[in-house]
């Protein structure tokens, strides 16, 4: 068994990134500049905006911080959505999900200049990926994918289960596994909650990609020997042991499967590592303007 390390990965495309903004101040060229906008208080997405903030400053990178109260309404974030869109100074930005239960997530999600989408949810960046097209890939499954070609896992015409569905993980991911060229060209396999015999699929998959939001849900006897086990999940669970009373743990049992896995990526350290920097990867796409000219 061996570990997918995400941390390492990020930490070498961090370098990557910094490099790339050196070359542009010394040619007197803009700053990459990422806005992450969070309402409420959230302590998970107050947590990940402040990774995402802090990854900017690490790279070189602008970054500003729009924070309001749980309070904000719907047409106050679309205000603040506007502003950002129309601003020259900011190149991608991002609004922290999930949003409070009184606004509308996916009307934000398409007020969002798709230009400017660096998380790559709009529905004109999904199309663009589903059709194979330039575009901001969301960043979680960007990040998969940078998994697997830094660690150059071979997929064309692997058996790949994507367990999970979701609009920013499951579905993507599953679309560009099967893409044409690498990495993709496998023949994929999605599992979601309504699937009969789960373990029937994941006994036969070469790479598992989990997405479920459930505590260590993959066990070991669901994995093939010799596969490529790549763990999405991140769940609190209740720790007493810890400072802050919990720990996090991904979808799959890591201590059982690990033994019998090719490759396995470790929660935390592992693909939450590559979404940050695959947001970075996006942004500074943006700056050069290379998906949208
Ligand atoms: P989601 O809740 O939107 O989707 C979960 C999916 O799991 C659904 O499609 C559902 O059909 C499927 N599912 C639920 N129960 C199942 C079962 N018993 N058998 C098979 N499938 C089942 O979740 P999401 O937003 O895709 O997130 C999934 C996990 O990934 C969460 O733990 C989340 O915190 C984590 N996540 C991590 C990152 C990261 O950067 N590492 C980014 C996004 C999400």
Redo the contacts with the bound molecule.
């Keep these: 068994m061996a570990i997918l390390d995400g941390k390492q990965l990020a930490q070498q495309i961090r370098a990557e990134l910094q490099a790339e903004v050196s070359t542009i101040v010394e040619k007197g060229g803009k700053i990459p500049h990422l806005a992450a906008v969070l309402i409420g208080d959230n302590p998970a997405s107050q947590a990940y905006v402040r990774n995402k903030v802090r990854s900017c400053e690490q790279v070189g990178f602008r970054s500003t911080l729009i924070q309001r109260d749980a309070n904000t309404t719907h047409d106050e974030l679309l205000q603040i959505v506007d502003e950002l869109n129309q601003n020259p100074e900011i190149d991608g930005f991002i609004v922290q999900l999930p949003l409070p239960k009184h606004i509308d997530e996916y009307a934000i999600t398409l007020a969002i200049d798709p230009r400017k989408d660096v998380d790559g949810f709009h529905p004109l960046n999904f199309g663009r990926m589903a059709q194979g097209l330039p575009c901001y890939l969301p960043a979680?499954p960007f990040?998969i994918l940078e998994i697997i070609r830094r660690y150059e896992i071979p997929t064309a015409g692997k058996e790949v289960v994507v367990?999970?569905?979701?609009n920013?993980?499951?579905s993507p991911i599953s679309i560009l596994m099967a893409r044409k060229g690498y990495p993709g060209d496998a023949t994929v396999t999605i599992?979601?909650?309504r699937?009969q015999n789960?373990a029937e699929h994941t006994l036969k998959a070469d790479i598992i990609i989990a997405?479920?939001?459930?505590a260590e849900f993959l066990k070991a006897d669901m994995v093939k020997p010799g596969a490529v086990v790549i763990d999405?999940?991140?769940?609190r669970v209740d720790d007493h042991n810890t400072a802050s009373g919990y720990r996090l743990t991904g979808?799959v049992d890591y201590e059982n499967v690990a033994p019998k896995c090719a490759w396995i990526t470790p929660v935390p350290g592992g693909?939450?590592q590559l979404?940050v920097a695959a947001l970075l990867m996006n942004t500074l796409k943006s700056a050069k303007g290379e998906i949208y000219g």
């Design positions: 979680t990040g367990i999970g569905r979701s920013i993980v499951g599992c979601h909650s699937t789960l997405a479920i939001g459930q999405v999940g991140i769940n979808d693909v939450g979404t």
